[in-house]
């Protein structure tokens, strides 16, 4: 499922491919996937614009939008959220995939857009599509990312502290509150807590600076090695989170149950 290191194959494959590109037809017709939008809205919005740059915070992602024609006056942002199965693929003008991420790059079979739910078509000839099997994905103009907290790849120990310091909720939830870090989903929570050995449902008004620390340094090693390898599936903590799986350090039955709405599984003997 996309988080930080899966949305950011995503950005470099628009920002490979689809930037700078007249955009000639766009199908927002999923009233789901382009919520609140109505059919046509986000078309008219977009029609004779260029995608001319792409950003990410966390596990969002937005273009912005040059003027029409000679007006300089830039256009809408166009917001991309990918759900749990969303991809970004970019084709060319006979629709052969150029370009899909981590998708493309797994050996999924090109030219299969039964799950296109949101297509701009170039004037080139070429489009790019938001493939999307379970249909979580999100398309929006002007998309609130001013509410985003800072970016887990590039959070600072302060502002990571700062995140960390507010009211008693349990720290797995903290670390999947958008608004107060961007970016880690459940795997990479999981992933940390287990590199800092924290029990993912202990509040965060009980965690000791030493903890604070261990987690930061948790955090950022887990987004760095899944960027560098390729998606939070090769991370070393990703293959014992099953039925039967053990702690890859002391090899103490993994404990699972739910914190923060989520599957959570953690090491009993360690993460205390």
Known sequence: MPELPEVESARQVIDRYALGRVIAEVDDSDTYVCRPHTPGEIRSALLGRRLSAVHRRGKSMWCETTGVGRTRKPGPLLGFHLGMSGKIVVADRRGSEVDGGDY???????????????????ADGGHLALIDPRRLGRVR????????????????????????????IAVKARLLDQEALAGVGNLLADQALWAARIRPSRPVDELTPDDVDR??????ESVAD???????????FFPARRAGGVCPRCGAALQVGVVGTRTTWWCPVEQV
């Open 104 to 122: 493309w790059e797994r050996g999924r079979k090109p030219g299969d857009l039964r799950f296109a739910r949101f297509r701009l078509t170039f």
């Open 141 to 168: 103009l002007d998309p609130p990312v001013e509410k985003l907290g800072p970016d887990a790849a590039v959070v600072t120990r302060p502002e990571f502290q700062s995140a960390m310091s507010r009211g008693t």
């Open 215 to 220: 987690l930061y340094d948790g955090v950022r």
């Open 226 to 236: 899944s960027l560098a390898d390729g998606g939070v599936h090769t991370l070393s």
